[in-house]
């Protein structure tokens, strides 16, 4: 028996978001995407100030799944890997449910970038990827315990240990985590855009 054992896990969910018709339910929503840029004027606005070089429907659309029927389907599909997420962080929801509360676009060309941030106030987050060029950054979270390390040494290349760890990105995959885990998009060093749909739950 083991002297060691390991406590306060943190866990990142990361699967494909359907089985199949992948090619098509993406090609509908980056048809919409772009649409949604082009009608998004006050979004493209706050853009300028915030999401220099992108564009994201945060600070203006923020409920896709609320305004457009296709991404409540792709609410309806994250949906059911949030409850598997669920599952496998042993929560007791009480009688509750996990329910998207919020939803917005993302769309980075070259040079755009996130810097680490957090979502406060709500308990699941993600991220859902419509296109994904080669050499795009993937998404790279920090270790919540960072801070408080003090002089510890360095921990080995690959350990679970390590002060970061990157989540490759790629077109078809959702990427779920704990809200209060920090996280950031490094610049994207290629001319292709990178489109991604970011989201919330709240307990509810």
Known sequence: MSNTKAWFPTLVYHAPLLREGLRGFNADLLREAGQIRDYDEAGRRWSEKSYPGGYTSYGSLDRLHQFSSGFDGLRRAVDRHVRAYARKLEWDL??????????????????CAHSFHLHPHAVISGTYYLRVPRGAPGLKFEDPRLSRMMAAPMRQAGSPGQAHIVYPARAGDVILFESWLRHEVPPNPVEQERVSVSFNYHWV
């Open 94 to 111: 009480r009688g509750g449910r996990l329910a998207m509360s919020d939803c917005w676009l993302n769309i980075m060309p070259r040079g």
